[in-house]
């Protein structure tokens, strides 16, 4: 069974820094590309960045230069560094995994995702 559980959301001030962190499980996440997403309250749901099988990285313009991912096959892991964090990243952040080559601005191809975690900024 898939299984993607986040980690590291939190309330922190604007200007300061989150990690956050998602484990899998179930399956090979080399196999996948793999991508963070964010919905606001009120708002649909958006691709934040992504790393397709080969490691190329994408990410939203509004994220651009302040967030990094990356991945750790080894470890199962995908990850999203987040500096100089605004009120506008205020958002439930989920990881998901879809089709190869693929990235965050193709939602429809993420078919497993994780239940989320929240990052507030004030």
């Known amino acids: 069974q898939v299984q993607l559980v986040e980690s590291g959301g939190g309330s922190v001030q604007a200007g300061e820094s989150l990690r956050l962190s998602c484990e899998a499980s179930?399956?090979?996440?080399?196999?996948?590309?793999m991508g963070w997403f964010r919905q606001a309250p009120g708002k649909e749901r958006e691709g934040v960045a992504s790393i397709d099988g080969d490691g190329h990285t994408g990410y939203a313009s509004s994220v651009k230069g302040r967030f990094t991912v990356s991945r750790d096959n080894a470890r199962q892991t995908l990850n999203l560094q987040m500096n100089g964090l605004n009120s506008d990243d205020t958002a439930m952040y989920y990881c998901?995994?879809?089709?190869?080559?693929?990235?965050?601005?193709?939602?429809?191809?993420?078919?497993?995702w994780g239940q989320g975690t929240q990052v507030t900024v004030s």
């Open positions: 998901a995994a879809g089709a190869f080559y693929t990235d965050y601005q193709h939602l429809s191809d993420f078919k497993y």
């Open positions: 179930g399956y090979l996440i080399s196999r996948y590309s």
